[in-house]
């Protein structure tokens, strides 16, 4: 049967529709129905199905034993446990020594008992979640500026602008169908304008009017000297500032100080002055804007304030709540908004109530009627984590994240988490680089196993929906909060039968004494977030719901746009224009650490790749952990493209391959944040980060680190894909890849080994005499080649040499489909290429048809082609999800300077 759901992975919320097949496979398309995606799925969407298998599956509860290693275990022990451990440290140290660290990944039921049991039961706020790691930066800014987090807009808005600006965003790759969205408008009668300000020169650029690559960390100064700019031209909408804003005349003031000269505004930018005014004169003339943000912005030290320096502009020029404006700040994870509904941050209550406001608290504690509410703010993530550090939290519940991967300073965190008595995670796999901390791992149900909601960018409410069974004997995290919370003796409140009670709790409650505990009497002394219309749907009405829009009335009907009657959220009802004094990111480049570390995502991977990394069709695109730099400052450092370097600062350090973009400014380096434990020796670069967090939102200052690269010397390179898993431990360098029928490792020692025929056997495996193994040895060279053959089919191959130089993989891999190998395939194992024509194809571009780079320039200069669409009518590449569009761009462009030059 199909079922509609919703992707797990990124906040543009897209609509799947998806079924399993009797064969095991799993089909997925987009759902044409949903407003998010009208029927498109990017690269991520569309692989879904090649990551549901079971392998790597966390499928028992398992606790580990006095021996230090995990067990299974039933589930009535699990509970026991988990709750008596939690129970154990409450007596003795209180409810604020135990914590939750939870995620946007987590579906709305999920959150909202696991909130309810932390701030009313146990009486802790000690529940943060990975959205302080990336959307609390625009909570705290839309609570200053509105009163409430609430965004505006909708992605409608997106194709009725005249001017689209995108800050530290890379939709392209993070945000595929907000981007096609913006790319067709772009191709349409009347086509906006569009703005990227970005350190670096990403896939989003391509389509983009204007690049500004602004310094890292400058973009406050950018916004003050356009608000001061928008002032000096009288682009001001002075009724409604008048009629809806306070505060203008101290955020004019800070805005003027730091910034009311465009010159020194585009050198402290590091921008041209040209570019900027064009900027500038665009969004005065273009009441039509929609500026979208995302973690350029919010992943800062001032994180808070370049939200509100955004905002203060679309506040000037009246521009907020109307078809085609607004500020808009795109959500990373499929339900970090869901999240924050329901209040699960240390600094909230639920239902948009304030933990610090009292009378919200009486109405919270009243309508859960639970023996206790939190009264003060708890800990933020990185806090936490120092709190467990320091012994000061002793029990932790991690959900559906993966903080020795995913937080700053990361190693600290795994010496905090070796210190902490008491760790369970409940996640979907079985070995995370966290995992290696746990005491207890839940075994959660995955996305196509689970049922319930996700609320998108758009604050659009959608369903998932289960089409597969749950495995083994994994659960619906909600369901084993509750059963936590009976054993801990609070069955009153998690007497829950089904994901729609808990729903349909967290809906009423929204609604509930809706209009107390603010100020005045204006009309927007309410809460706009209230479902209303959702809170008496029942089960039925629940598994049928259709995507909607919060805040929803009682007829059922969502809202597109709020704030259109220009009534705000703050007692009074009017808009905060917020005074934003410019700052530089807490750490400078020094002689020591002399450039600024970037962090950020590659197109087809998701964070810490427990899925994504699955998928063959993913892994492809960008396969091994790289740090991109500037030609200039490889130089200077040493490192050669290609080769292995060390990325180093105070925190700690990590190793990757080096990578020469050309979109990256010199003084940078930008290195992604998926590759850990399980999939490379050395990746991890949240090991390097600095824990510098914004003053008002707590959030980690991810993109700013000071840094210094040097060589990482290595003997020889070698690569490996063999059918079985291969244990690549104790290389000095290794990355582990999932290929189609294979695994693939890139590999790099220190030492050659002294008989590299002995060596590769015995990694490989091989150790019958009589083995059909193939090899070649040219030690002048130091080349080594050879491959294991089982019934004329490859099981492995392996390459050495003493340079980076090896042969294309593409064409070995397309031997492990193969049923059986011809001799001419043997002979090019042995030296090393391929003698057929397919032979270099280059690295992957297009993911869903596997079209590789060199296949596509060669068509480029071949047939003279100057659009993708030529070349999706060639090749196919870039006609399925469209994902790769900006790379087709991006080739044609070079493919022509090369051409010109
Ligand atoms: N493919 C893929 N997509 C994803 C995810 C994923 O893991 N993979 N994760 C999802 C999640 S949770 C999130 S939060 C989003 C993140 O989505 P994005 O925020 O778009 O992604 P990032 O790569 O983190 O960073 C965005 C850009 O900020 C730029 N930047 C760095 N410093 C500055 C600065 O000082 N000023 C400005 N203006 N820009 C700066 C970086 O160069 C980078 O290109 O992506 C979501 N979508
Ligand atoms: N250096 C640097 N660090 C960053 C960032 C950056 O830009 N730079 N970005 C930050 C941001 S914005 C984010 S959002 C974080 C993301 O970082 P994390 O949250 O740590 O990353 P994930 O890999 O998504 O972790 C999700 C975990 O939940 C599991 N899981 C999946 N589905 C379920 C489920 O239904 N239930 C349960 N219980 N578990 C499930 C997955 O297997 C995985 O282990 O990283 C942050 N860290
Ligand atoms: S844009 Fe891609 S990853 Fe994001 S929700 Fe849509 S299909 Fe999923
Ligand atoms: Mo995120």
Avoid at 134 to 156: N, Q
Avoid at 327 to 342: C, D, H, I, K, Y
Avoid at 374 to 400: H, N
């Amino acid at each position: 049967m199909t079922v509609a759901t919703t992707c797990p992975y990124c906040g543009v919320g897209c609509g799947v529709l998806a079924r399993a097949n009797a064969d095991g496979s799993v089909y997925v398309e987009g759902d044409a129905q949903h407003h998010a995606n009208h029927g498109r799925l990017c690269v991520k969407g569309s692989a879904l199905g090649e990551t549901v298998d079971l392998r790597g599956r966390l499928l028992h509860p398992m606790l580990r034993g006095p021996d230090g290693t995990l067990r299974r275990t039933s589930w009535d022990d699990a509970l026991d446990r988990v709750a008596e451990g939690f129970r154990r440290v409450i007596d003795q140290h209180g409810p604020d020594a135990v914590a939750f660290y939870v995620s946007g990944q987590l579906l709305t039921e999920d959150y909202y008992v696991v909130n309810k049991l932390a701030k009313g039961y146990i009486g802790t706020a000690n529940i943060d979640t990975n959205s302080r790691l990336c959307m609390s930066s625009a909570v705290a800014g839309h609570k200053r500026a509105f009163g409430e987090d609430v965004v505006p807009g909708c992605y409608d808005d997106l194709e009725q602008a005249e001017l689209i600006v995108l800050v530290g965003s890379n939709t392209a790759w993070c945000h595929p169908i907000v981007y096609q969205r913006i790319a067709k408008a772009k191709e349409g009668a009347n086509p906006p304008r569009m703005v990227v300000i970005d350190p670096r020169h990403t896939a989003t650029c391509e389509s983009a009017d204007l690049h500004l690559p602004v310094k890292p960390g400058t973009d406050v100064w950018l916004f003050n000297g356009l608000l001061a700019f928008l002032f000096q031209h009288g682009a001001m909408d002075a009724r409604f500032m008048e009629a809806h804003t306070e505060g203008f005349a101290q955020a004019l003031a800070a805005a003027q100080k730091d910034a009311g000269d465009p010159a020194e505004v585009a050198r402290i930018c590091g921008v041209q002055q040209a570019d900027l005014l064009n900027f500038y004169r665009w969004f005065a003339r273009c009441r039509r804007t929609v500026t979208l943000f995302s973690q350029g912005v919010n992943q800062s030290s001032s994180g808070t304030d370049k939200v509100n320096s955004i905002i203060n502009c679309h506040l000037l020029t009246g521009r907020i709540g109307k078809p085609g404006m607004g500020p808009f700040s795109l959500t990373g994870q499929p339900n970090a908004m869901g999240g924050r509904e329901v209040g699960g941050l240390a600094n909230m209550l639920a239902a948009h109530m304030e933990l610090e406001n009292p009378v919200h608290r009486q109405v919270v504690q009243s309508f859960w009627q639970s023996p206790r509410i939190a009264e003060r703010p708890g800990l933020k993530a990185v806090d936490l984590f120092e709190a467990i550090g320091q012994g000061k939290v002793r029990a932790l519940w991690i959900m559906a994240t993966n903080p020795v991967v995913s937080l700053p300073d990361a190693d600290r965190v795994k010496q905090a988490l070796a210190r902490c008595e008491w760790v369970v995670s409940s996640d979907i796999v079985a070995q995370t680089d966290t995992h290696a901390y746990a005491h207890a791992l839940l075994p959660a149900l995955g996305w196509g196993e689970k049922d319930g909601t996700v609320t998108n960018s758009e604050r659009r409410i959608s369903r998932q929906r289960a089409f597969l069974p749950a495995p083994g004997s994994a659960r619906a995290d909600w369901r084993v909060v509750c059963e936590v919370a009976r054993r801990m003796g609070f069955a009153e409140g998690f007497e829950f039968d089904d994901a729609h009670a808990v729903f349909a709790e967290h809906a009423r409650l929204t609604a509930y004494r809706n209009h107390e505990g603010r100020e005045g009497d204006a009309p927007a002394a309410h809460r706009l977030l209230n479902l209303e219309g959702l809170a008496h749907l029942d089960r039925h009405a629940y598994d049928a719901l259709q995507p909607v829009q919060w805040p929803v009335a009682a007829n059922g009907e969502g809202e597109a746009r709020l704030f259109a009657s220009g009534s705000f959220s703050h007692p009074g009802g009017r808009a905060r224009f917020i005074a934003t004094p410019a700052r530089m990111p807490r750490h400078a480049a020094d002689r020591q650490y002399p450039l600024i570390l970037n962090t950020g995502r590659v197109r087809d991977q998701w964070h810490s790749m427990t899925r994504t990394g699955k998928a063959p069709r993913l892994t492809g695109h960008v396969p091994e952990p790289f740090v991109d730099m500037h030609p200039h400052d490889a130089l200077r450092c040493g490192v050669r493209e290609g080769e292995l370097a060390r990325v180093l600062s105070r925190w700690g350090a990590m190793v990757a391959r080096v990578k020469h973009s050309g979109g990256i400014l010199a003084g940078t380096v930008f290195v992604p944040i998926h590759w850990n434990d399980q999939f490379a020796s050395d990746a991890r670069v949240g090991g390097v980060v600095n824990p510098v967090v914004d003053p008002v939102s707590g959030e980690p200052e991810f993109k700013h680190t000071p840094v210094s690269v040097e060589p990482f010397p290595v003997r020889w390179y070698g690569f490996a894909l063999s059918r079985e898993p291969l244990m690549p431990h104790g290389l000095s360098y290794w990355t582990s890849i999932q290929g189609d029928h294979f695994r693939r490792y890139e590999i790099a020692h220190r030492e050659r080994p002294s008989e590299c025929s002995a060596w590769a056997r015995a990694w490989l495996g091989v150790t019958d005499p009589e083995a059909d193994w193939l090899e070649y040895e040219d030690r002048s060279t130091g080349i080594y080649r050879a491959a294991h053959v089982i019934d004329d089919r490859i099981e492995s191959c392996v390459f050495l040499s003493s340079r980076p130089d090896l042969p294309a993989r593409h064409w070995l891999a397309s031997l492990f489909v193969q049923e059986r190998l011809a001799d001419d395939d043997r002979m090019a194992l042995l030296l090393g290429e391929s003698g057929g024509p397919s032979a270099a194809t280059g690295p992957t571009v297009c993911s869903c048809f596997g079209v590789g780079r060199d296949t596509i320039c060669d068509a480029i200069r071949t047939h003279g082609l100057e659009t993708p669409a030529q070349i999706t009518s060639r090749l196919r590449a870039g006609g399925n999800c469209g994902s790769c569009v900006p790379e087709l761009r991006q080739l044609i462009a070079e493919v022509r300077a090369e051409v010109n030059a």
